[in-house]
């Protein structure tokens, strides 16, 4: 694959076939529309199709899985996660050239895509939007949902470097940010810093209410922090049951963590610990103030030029190193030099960090060579 | 005590001394200000007093608790709470008509006053209000601050109804809504709502962050609700060693429950309890829903006037009966009958929820009338 320089997005993301008009797969057919993406769309319920045809989330909607796929680039499944695995697998049962999805967990879903259809595996990219909304369906649809969020992509040793790139430019359309991270890894991150505190939040609130007659006159004592503390347990509970299962080993290896921590806590309390407790808040509210906010500023831009053997597990090598070493990755191409053989990565990252991605790269046997970018 | 109906709150605070010039002292003397009630500023750092003065929260300042307290109808106490119980005690002692607080633990610190001062105890109203601010310091300072807050007034058996007049004045002028309720009840509520949820989140901060070199990738997955919840992480914490310690008991109670609960929820995602986590959400989605935001709506208000016999323990009877009913309180004065006797409690109340307080009322053995309002 290789994208010409003035818009490598747009090429290769012409017509988006979205299977789950929700509130999700509604607000990316919103953004790719705006962005003149063709955006058909399918959903199980004819209803909530007709519905985001009417919303100008989809251009055209399809009678099913068959017809929706028919002449589409991408594939994004845009379901619970329990279905994303027999929708995917549908869409390349149907002649899908490139499926991605935007579930939460990603291991479980990989896993069984990669089992049903080995042939194809390397045309499946997961993703994961981190963005969400405390509404719920495709009237809650916003083309900005994924404005400056972050997105997480979990290509694997299998896969296509062609697939991985259209992913990413669909992503970067939705003017979101790609962050590579391994399946798993993902897993085992997003159950710390979203399906372990969900349940915190939703049980505080649930603690704190079970005063029965008490009830009204706490819930007048509670100011900003609780409020702030416990916004996510409003949220629609219906899609957890199915997250928490597929991610339950995650889940429960964060949730003993967070368990352990409140245990030394309390211990704390209880033997009158003020030092232990303040190093405590000291080192939470260091980490809190450090949590990045909104998009990066612009900072100076380096093209690093990166020879590789043509082969799959290239791009999940290079991607994951630039995703564990916390450097922006703002445009990733991959120049092939003809049949087969040998190609280019071209990458542009921010001139933060650029020079340990190149050891890192250099480390892992790759050649560097730095770029000029006009 | 009568107050007169125009403007029964100013009547009786036209000089308030602030021990204590942080960001709490310096909000509440801002806001006084604004009411053209005069306040005199006193701070153990000459430096944050002088500041105060300079912000126009305080109009004068004092070099001594002694020089403070002359002259003033009330005393506010606005020192972390490790130090309440000694400043009120110096402010009796340098002969404080009336001293009040704003400590997020009560019980602990009115039961060393009284202990201290038994002869002054009916003078000390304990108080709370339920605001704050992720700033510090005199410069955060807000006269806003307290708008549309509640503010918890621990008035006990012993207080003096003319104490606790002039002290829920103060708090109509600052915007706040006074709210009675026992000391240690109020310790049991807050750490409910206020202490654990300050270690439900700073402790998944830090669990979240303690992953070293994996840090930085985490942070850019947490979206909104991970911020959210731990947006409290982010405050000084200075202040809660001191807190935690206080209320040692009533922490230690409500963090157990927190920590059973989610134990509760560890098994039900271990054993794949689908409905009872569905359940569990769904519980706390309705009681996240139904917690009160803002202002309440204007109701129609009622009049109930309650002869009453002329000893201490009256207000708090009545004013807790009202807490615990959750009846809202918008006017609350005593009318003296004469020298020594019966009064008459004259109480303003929010027309929904009026029989139910009428009832509890008449079932202590009051005879209550209702009044007219015009």
């Not at 669909?170 to 890894?185: K, N, R, S, T, Y």
């Not at 030029?305 to 450097?327: H, K, N, Y």
Request: aromatic share 4%.
């Amino acid at each position: 694959v290789s994208a010409t320089a003035g818009s490598p997005a747009r090429a290769d993301v012409r017509r988006v076939a979205v299977l789950g008009t929700g509130l999700i797969g509604g607000s990316i057919g919103l953004a790719l529309a705006q962005r003149e993406v063709d955006v058909v769309g399918f959903d199980a319920s004819d209803e909530r199709a007709a519905r985001a045809r009417e919303l100008g989330a989809v251009g055209a909607v399809a009678s099913s899985v068959e017809a929706a796929v028919d002449g589409a680039d991408l594939v994004v499944v845009a379901v619970p996660v329990g279905h994303i695995a027999p929708l995917a697998i549908a869409a390349f049962d149907a002649g899908a050239p490139i499926v991605t999805d935007v579930g939460s967990v990603k291991a479980p879903v990989v896993a069984e895509i990669v089992a049903a259809r080995p042939d194809r595996a390397a045309c499946f990219v997961g993703g994961h939007p981190m963005a969400g909304s405390e509404q719920d369906g495709v009237d809650g649809a916003d083309a900005h949902l994924f404005v400056g969020a972050s997105w997480v992509l979990t290509p694997t040793t299998e896969t296509d470097p062609a697939a991985f790139t259209t992913v990413r430019a669909m992503v970067g359309l939705l003017g979101a940010e790609a962050i590579e991270v391994e399946p798993a890894h993902h897993d085992a991150l997003v159950a710390l810093v979203s399906h372990v505190p969900q349940l915190a939040a939703s049980t505080l609130m649930d603690v704190a209410s079970a005063g029965g007659g008490e009830h009204r006159i706490l819930m007048r004592l509670a100011a900003g922090g609780f409020r702030d503390m416990t916004r996510i347990a409003a949220g629609h509970p219906g899609i957890w049951p199915d997250i928490l299962t597929a991610n339950r080993d995650a889940v429960l290896q964060a949730l003993d963590a967070y368990r352990e921590a409140l245990g030394a806590v309390r211990a704390a309390v209880a033997g009158g610990d003020r030092e232990g407790l303040l190093d405590m808040l000291k080192r939470a509210r260091i980490a809190r103030r450090n949590l990045p906010v909104g998009t990066p500023p612009v900072e100076e831009l380096v093209e690093l030029r990166i020879p590789v053997p043509d082969r799959p597990g290239v791009i999940a090598e290079v991607t994951t190193l630039a995703g564990r070493l916390d450097v922006n990755v703002f445009d990733f191409e991959i120049a092939h030099s003809g049949e087969g053989g040998a190609g280019v990565i071209v990458l542009v990252a921010a001139a933060t960090g650029a020079d340990e991605l190149e050891a890192g790269l250099q480390e892992l046997g790759y050649h560097v060579a730095r770029g000029a970018l006009e």
